[in-house]
């Protein structure tokens, strides 16, 4: 009959503490003492015993494969970022080119689909008259579509699926959309709003980053505001 293996009895938390701070005060203990470093076993999760100097082996391995995944992580966010800033000059480029109402908002729907492959763009502005050669949606600011009430009244981005009334508003008869975003033109003075619509149900989403939406309906409604004056 085997004898049952007896478990060392646990350090009381001074015991630790004391020894820990030794090991605190002298460094070089396990440089002085290496044979009792290489035989030390340390038990854990995986089952087994290995010594110490395995498991700190292991320990930086696994510290060493979460930095490298960390590392490429935000590589990927930095060549997204740089990918997105220079579709944002193209951007700038197409709406400074620009010469007319028309022209802004056919640039931009064309970069919009382009560079970052948005497949549907529509512009929506007050002031001003309905005009289907130059692709802007007039809206009356006495008389707002109950599918733009809440979003006007909030004056803040939106991005969410998007349902049959605010699709057939914007979009019309585009049902193949299923996800959209709002984004206002100039919130100070209420310009109007930049529609965004895709496909892809998780293309916009509430908990996305706004930072290049913001962007581009504020270059979007610098082009506006000066082509929109000057076509008056």
Do not use: W, Y
Request: include cysteine; charge should be negative; charged fraction near 25%.
């Amino acid at each position: 009959m085997t004898r049952p293996e007896v478990l060392p009895v646990p350090p009381s938390e001074d015991e630790e503490k004391a020894m820990l701070d030794f090991l605190a005060r002298t460094p070089d203990f396990f440089i002085r003492h290496a044979e009792v470093l290489a035989e030390m076993p340390i038990r854990h999760g995986s089952g087994g015993a290995v010594s110490l100097i395995e498991r700190q082996v292991r320990v930086l391995r696994d510290n060493n494969q979460r930095l490298n995944q960390r590392l490429d992580e935000l590589l990927h966010t930095a060549r997204d970022n740089e990918q997105r800033v220079k579709s944002m000059n193209q951007l700038a480029e197409a709406l400074i080119r620009a010469d007319s109402l028309a022209s802004v908002v056919a640039g931009l729907s064309s970069v919009l689909h382009n560079a970052f492959s948005v497949e549907a763009v529509r512009v929506a502005l007050f002031d001003t008259k309905p005009d289907s050669d130059n692709g802007v949606i007039a809206l009356q600011r006495d008389a707002l579509p109950e599918a733009l009430k809440d979003f006007f009244r909030q004056g803040q981005v939106v991005c969410d699926r998007i349902d049959a009334p605010l699709r057939e508003l914007m979009f019309g008869d585009h049902e193949e959309l299923q996800s959209v975003a709002l984004v206002p033109l100039d919130r100070a003075d209420c310009l109007g709003l930049l529609a965004l619509g895709s496909t892809d149900p998780d293309r916009f989403t509430p908990n996305m980053g706004k930072l290049f939406l913001e962007m581009t309906a504020n270059l979007c409604a610098a082009a506006l505001r000066f082509h929109g004056q000057r076509d008056a």
